[in-house]
């Protein structure tokens, strides 16, 4: 289908202002390109991206095959060097996706030459700011087939009807209403989850995709498959499945517009869920989980694909029902996920406290809502801090670090999905500073290894526990079937003789069930009686204190 358009202006035209006319120097007779014709009949130039008329965050290779999107969601828009025969296909495959983004790729035609575009102009989106414009159609791809990998093929009938194919499937009917009597250039938005694709080489539609279904029947067929589970509550086509291509624009851009704000520039995607989780739970993509049925707290665990590294930040976000907000529990545990079954997973993460390990749970405090965005970091302290829509909600947990730690989740009220946005490696929990001092935490969340703020007591916990006990004391498995006394740094006793809490009175106290030796027995009194105490130095759950008396 004809050469290379070559037009010797050197002028560019703003999108925002009257647009010349096409050039009629390509002479594009439909009527010759109806019939499906060989390959050999393509065009004698490659199809390439074009390589100066691209959004501001496109990086192109030298080969113009490969594009990727630097930062953000959006500036990203992309067209072919040359115009498209009818019944071309333009194929793409996805090599990047990016989880922290809603939406996906658009495709499309464009009737205007890429060439006589000014760059400067293009707008943040093909959808709707581009084909709100004459001379553009395009419309977003649906979520769940923008995985990496997937090659999409798109083209354009002798009617100008628009139809796109994953992989080898079926075609399906996109959309309508292209003018095939002028030039047609692709149009390609490298959008939301989609970060990079790559261009293959065009083929002609084959003859068996000459007869394509239609999206609806497509949607219809995929829910059916989806219903042969009666337990998924949630099927893929509730999730990111956009039918009309005037409806999710607009939502989908002020979405990802307002979580900006909340995340770092730069977000790593190597974080995603492991394999190993809940009974109830299902795995949608590597990075997105969700409950198959919310009408109660099942087992709903899920754990992160590898240990969290310290100082880097793990943003999630919560989909919730609309009727009531839901909760959501969390923790770090030395066990590695690929050493449990899915039945050793209990209904209740508080449990897993009992097991050898090392676990600390807690659930977050406030509501959750749709959308929602938290982030987790443990810092080089061992200082568990949380965010909740950029703001920081201080520190929830003291933990040991000096292991690997996996992050475990659970989904519970009307929590119906879990996703990773990604991670970064300089914590980011953007929004007012708070001391990293539990008795300075607003919010005191409910956990299992952290009693609320109390007298005295609680203030001078606070002063001593990462000051003193991480560097004086070799902390043993706190959760040993068998625990062993703790040991003490070397010095001319055998015994330490202050009492980590007061600094004043001598240690005489055991706690038990671990067995740790840190407190006097005023201290540990009164530590026993704070809601969910736990021991100063590993954490477990104190079931009694126990006076000693020393022989000599």
């Given at each position: 289908v004809g050469g290379q358009v070559t037009?010797?202006?050197a002028t560019h035209y703003s999108l925002n202002g009257p647009f010349p006319a096409a050039s009629h120097r390509y002479h594009h007779k439909p009527k010759r390109c109806l019939p499906i014709q060989p390959c050999d009949n393509l065009s004698s130039f490659p199809l390439l991206f074009h390589p100066s008329t691209k959004g501001s965050q496109i990086?192109?290779?030298?080969?113009?095959?490969?594009?990727?999107?630097?930062?953000?969601?959006?500036?990203?828009?992309?067209f072919s060097n040359r115009p498209i025969g009818v019944y071309e296909q333009v194929r793409l495959k996805i090599t990047k996706k990016q989880c922290c983004w809603s939406g996906a790729l658009r495709l499309g035609f464009t009737s205007k030459d890429p060439s006589r575009i000014n760059p400067d102009t293009l707008p943040k989106y093909a959808c709707p700011d581009l084909v709100s414009q004459s001379g553009f159609w395009a419309k977003a791809l649906p979520e769940e087939l923008s995985n990496e990998g997937n090659i999409i093929s798109f083209w354009v009938d002798k009617k100008g009807r628009v139809f796109y194919r994953i992989n080898d499937s079926s075609p399906i009917l996109f959309f309508s209403g292209v003018h095939v009597s002028e030039p047609l250039w692709a149009l390609i938005d490298v959008y939301g989850l989609t970060r990079?694709?790559?261009?293959?080489?065009?083929?002609?539609?084959?003859?068996?995709?000459?007869?394509?279904?239609?999206?609806?029947?497509a949607h219809r067929a995929a829910i059916q498959r989806n219903s042969?589970?009666?337990r998924l509550s949630v099927s893929l086509c509730d999730l990111s499945l956009q039918h009309s291509s005037s409806s999710c624009h607009v939502p989908q851009n002020s979405q990802n517009s307002q979580q900006c704000s909340l995340l770092p520039s730069h977000l790593d995607s190597d974080l995603h869920?492991?394999?190993?989780?809940?009974?109830?739970?299902?795995v949608l993509d590597k990075h997105t989980v969700a409950r198959l049925d919310h009408r109660g707290d099942e087992r709903t665990l899920v754990f992160t694909s590898r240990p969290m590294r310290c100082s880097e930040t793990i943003f999630v976000k919560v989909k919730a029902g609309v009727t009531r907000p839901g909760s959501l529990s969390y923790g770090v545990t030395s066990c590695d996920p690929?050493?449990?079954?899915p039945s050793d997973l209990p209904s209740n993460p508080e449990s897993l406290v009992d097991r050898k390990e090392f676990w600390a749970v807690?659930?977050?405090a406030v509501p959750l809502h749709n959308g929602d965005i938290l982030g987790f970091v443990v810092n080089a302290e061992g200082e568990v801090m949380m965010s909740h829509n950029g703001v920081s909600a201080g520190m929830q947990l003291c933990i040991d670090n000096s292991r690997p730690l996996w992050m475990f989740y659970g989904l519970h009220g009307t929590i119906t999905q879990l996703r990773i946005l990604g991670s970064s490696q300089n914590p980011d929990l953007r929004g007012p500073s708070v001391p990293s001092s539990p008795s300075c935490t607003p919010n005191t969340p409910t956990m299992l290894c952290s009693g609320n703020s109390e007298s005295n007591l609680n203030t001078a916990l606070n002063i001593n526990l990462n000051s003193t006990l991480n560097s004086?004391?070799?902390?043993?498995?706190?959760?040993?079937?068998?625990?062993?006394?703790?040991?003490?740094?070397?010095?001319?006793?055998s015994w330490s003789d202050e009492c980590t809490i007061c600094y004043e009175n001598a240690v005489d106290t055991v706690l038990y069930a671990c067995g740790h030796m840190c407190l006097c027995y005023a201290c540990g009194l009164k530590l026993k009686k704070m809601a969910n105490a736990c021991c100063p130095i590993c954490r477990r759950t104190i079931k009694d204190i126990i006076k000693t008396y020393r022989s000599t």
């Open positions: 037009l010797a202006r990086v192109m290779d030298m080969s113009q095959r490969t594009v990727k999107r630097q930062a953000s969601f959006c500036n990203a828009i992309t990079g694709v790559q261009l293959l080489d065009s083929e002609m539609v084959p003859l068996d995709c000459l007869r394509p279904r239609s999206l609806a029947s042969d589970d009666p869920f492991h394999s190993v989780h809940g009974i109830h739970v299902t690929t050493t449990l079954r807690c659930r977050v004086n004391y070799h902390t043993l498995s706190p959760f040993s079937n068998h625990p062993e006394s703790p040991t003490f740094p070397s010095c001319s006793s």
